[in-house]
């Protein structure tokens, strides 16, 4: 409980005082009542762009508002940032139900996903352009996200998160508090295994799937530095790439104690693993946004 109220603590004081943040209710189907909060720039782009960013256990849409330079970016470049917020498992993301982990299915995932509906509409924004993010459980669900809905992404980030379905059939509830603590201490499976569980969570789709960036940090006790393996041989496996060159050094834009991990040559699949860096990676703004190709 310790490590997730600190990180909370610590998202809370890093912006500046909220203003921008409003509550949306009736955006459409519902199924285990996630709210939504919307952060709209006062000068909106044409068809905007749309990021889904997925608070940490125990946290709350507010912290994770304030925790991020994103809001700040959103006045300038006119995107629209979708703050969905949960309730239940301590405020953890429900990242280990058939109905989340399947495309079409129920859970969290579904309500998140009438959010990016609602506002696509709302404003006009662009389909192509709609992407996710997250730190800890937000982190594990935004692998959910791309993982169940491939067609409603063009990419994600995950900070100090783990594979999709890494906690599938869990019995416990996904949180640092539940029995059930396998994923977060480093579940292996081979490429092929984890593309599986992609594959059978929308079966018969054949189209575009979203890219990924992965960060996280070699001193994570929480959620052991592996699960960052982990996701990499997945995304690896679903995008069918390869790790075809590693950066260290002051030439790694997330950080020098960084190494960058790349996969393919088109920006498909990226991993900066930190040396000496805890629970949770931090957002470098200036990277993820260049990584969803916003700046």
């Known amino acids: 409980m310790k490590a997730f109220t600190t990180a909370a603590a610590?998202?809370?004081s890093a912006g500046s005082a909220l203003g921008a943040l409003q509550q949306v209710t009736g955006f459409g189907t519902n199924p285990s009542g996630v709210q939504m909060y919307i952060s709209v720039p006062a000068k909106v782009a044409t068809n905007p762009a749309i990021i889904v960013a997925l608070h940490p256990c125990g946290g709350t849409a507010s912290q994770w508002y304030s925790g991020t330079k994103l809001p700040a970016q959103s006045e300038s470049l006119g995107f629209i940032l979708i703050y969905p917020q949960t309730t239940k498992y301590s405020n953890c993301w429900d990242v280990n139900s058939a109905g989340s982990l399947t495309h079409g299915g129920n859970g969290d995932a579904l309500g998140i996903i009438s959010m990016v509906n609602y506002t696509l509409n709302k404003y006009n924004g662009d389909k192509s352009k709609v992407f996710v993010m997250g730190g800890?459980?937000?982190?594990?669900m935004a692998n959910?996200?791309?993982?169940?809905y491939p067609d409603v992404f063009e990419a994600g980030a995950a900070y100090s998160g783990a594979a999709f379905a890494c906690f599938a059939g869990s019995k416990s509830d996904p949180t640092p508090f539940g029995a059930?603590?396998?994923c977060a201490q480093g579940l292996t499976h081979t490429p092929?295994?984890?593309?599986n569980y992609v594959q059978n969570a929308y079966?018969?789709?054949t189209g575009k799937r979203p890219r990924f960036l992965v960060a996280h940090g070699l001193a994570d006790s929480l959620v052991r530095p592996q699960?960052?393996?982990?996701?990499?041989?997945?995304?690896s496996a679903v995008l069918g790439v390869t790790n075809t060159k590693n950066i260290t050094g002051s030439a790694v834009p997330q950080g020098s104690q960084y190494t960058q991990m790349v996969y393919g040559d088109d920006n498909k699949l990226v991993g900066y693993i930190g040396q000496g860096v805890g629970h949770i990676a931090p957002v470098v703004e200036s990277v993820l946004l260049k990584f969803f190709s916003l700046a």
């Open 10 to 12: 610590l998202l809370a």
């Open 227 to 235: 699960c960052a393996y982990e996701q990499l041989k997945q995304w």
């Open 144 to 148: 959910v996200m791309v993982g169940s």
């Open 192 to 195: 092929a295994e984890w593309n």
């Open 180 to 182: 059930n603590q396998t």
């Open 203 to 205: 079966p018969g789709y």
């Open 136 to 140: 800890s459980s937000g982190a594990m």
